[in-house]
């Protein structure tokens, strides 16, 4: 992030040769974009998850960031996943 490099790397990561994202590459991309306030860019990273067990995973780490940004109730964090 700091080199500016952070839209290769996206890059990088939704051009895969078999057309499928990783989305444990996605999940460390999409957290890294919420701790920099990118909220946008978050979810647009989220919708290119596909897998069922990824999406999961991915929506685990929305609400450990919410949860982690003062959202004491679970029902108000909800409302900000994708």
């Not at 952070?6 to 974009?33: M, P, Q, Y």
């Not at 909220?39 to 919708?47: T, V």
């Not at 029902?75 to 994708?82: I, K, S, V």
Request: proline share 2%; aromatic share 10%.
């Amino acid at each position: 992030v700091d080199s500016g490099r952070i839209d290769e790397a996206v890059c990088l990561a939704t051009t895969s040769g078999a057309g499928e994202v990783d989305w444990k590459v996605h999940d460390v991309l999409i957290r890294g974009f919420l701790d920099l306030g990118n909220h946008d860019r978050a979810h647009q990273l989220f919708a290119q998850v596909k897998d069922p067990d990824g999406i999961a995973f991915v929506r685990s780490t929305f609400m450990d960031y919410w949860l982690e940004q003062g959202e004491d109730e679970e029902e108000e964090a909800m409302a900000y996943l994708p």
